[in-house]
């Protein structure tokens, strides 16, 4: 198999009052190095308890994540991980919290090099002049400008992003967005990320995991977006591709969702998934 | 709505309270309490500690800020046992649900216990260990034990208060267990363990008095039973103003120090 993030049957029941409760059902997923994939889906579907499961800050019930050719068990600087509040140590400077984990990773290099790899990355995300403010003094977007150097310094094996723009107002998103999908692309970094806006998923992803609704969430569908790279957020809009593909996906959030995935239970993502994927009706 | 009389209200009405005050006792001290003497009187005895502040003439007979400084080494070192044994049983107790559950009821118990009641107990803790001044240990002893509490239940909300966020990036970072600590954990429980370390000051210099006054150490509260039981009155209400002053120092000085960690 030549995926570079393969998860397989993977499966979380949590426990609650009127017993377990199975959250996610035979989550089946393979994603190519490199490749940019979106998960989208209702509000309580279970986007974040995949990327959880994946980031390993919570238990698999059963199934299991493989990355790089190795089973993953716990959390690890391997995946950097992007969420909705960036999680920055508010007693840190920008630059301290980056460098924390560069510290860790990059042991070996000496003081010099570890802290060029924290201005280098900060610099990119535009926070050149920003580095030793505390994050109490940076605004909500340079906040998750941080988050996303930190994550991009440690060179991870793969990204993990939750909703990281759902907080910020739309031009701060696009802003933001860009930085994101120019350094992915540089770095030629497998990501996954879970987002509710439709246009993010289909302006940054090369396909979008579309989940049916919980409990027993699973993978509705996978919708593949090839519309060519780089993008520019005005020129897509004239694509009928783009409309296309949009309409495709309000129409699962609004329609599909609502139904039980197809219990066949046929592999849902294939390495190299065929120009598109036949709707289960 | 700057008129003169909101200008200068935060000094004109605590003026007047204070005033009302000095009548109140004055009134008192020629009416129903004919002991307690009255504030001329008062002053007219307390100026040779006040105005001496730093005099020795004997061993309880030493100036106001002399004695206040004797009060705060003790207060000081007591101070800075319950400091260095609260901190990290707050600690524990924050982090371990086993810890809490073994010494939560154990530490409820004892939290109330009055100075009173472990001074006699230090005494006789410490009696039979020589090259050691007793009555100083037992001190330190009751006033470390009042005064760690806060110290110990704030340290352990505090860490058990930490955001999943903020350990969540240590686990994703593989932090070391020292790492976690000193970098993740004490810095986000900083401004709780601040709060219990203004209020275990509170209560170290309350239990001062208590302490001075059991043992007859030479300080603010040992002169302050002297002179009562040498019958005179004039010093008791100099010390207790003095007790006060510092107390509201101390507080607000803590207030300071807490409020920068408060910020981050
Ligand atoms: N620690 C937990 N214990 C019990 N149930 C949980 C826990 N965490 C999440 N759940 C449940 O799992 C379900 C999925 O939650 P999850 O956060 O993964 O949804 P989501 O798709 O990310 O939603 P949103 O889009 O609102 O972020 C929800 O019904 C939630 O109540
Ligand atoms: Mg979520």
Redesign the pocket.
Known sequence: MSAHLELFNLT?V???KKGP?T??RDFNLQIPKGEFVSII????????????MVAGL?TVTSGGIILAGRELSGPGPDRGIVF?SPSLLPWMTARENVMLGINQVFFTATEQERAQIAEYYLSVVGLADFMDKRPAELSQGMRQRVGIARAFALKPKMLLL??PFGMLDSLTRYELQQVLIDLWRRNQITTVM?T?DVDEALYLSDRVVC?TD??E?GIGEILNVPLPRPRDRKAILELPEYHRLRATLIEFLEVRAHHRPNSSNSPSGAATPPASVPVSA | MKTPWNRFDFLLLPLLGGAFILLLWHLSSHSWSGDLPDPAKTWHESKPYVLEPWAKRGELDQGILRFTFLSLILVAKGYAIALILGTPIGFFLGLSPTFNKAFDPIIQILRPVSPLAWLPLGMVLFAKIKGINVTEVAALFTIALCSMWPTVLNTAVGVRAIPTDYLNVARVLKLSRWKTLTKVMIPATLPYMFTGFRLSLGIAWLVIVAAEMLTGRPGVGGFLWQQYNALVYEQIILCILTIGGVGFILDRLMSVIERRFKTI
């Open positions: 979380k949590y426990p609650s409760q959250i996610v889906g209702h509000s309580g579907c279970g986007k974040s308890t995949v990327l959880m919570t909705q939750d909703e879970v509710h989940m919980g409990p969430a």
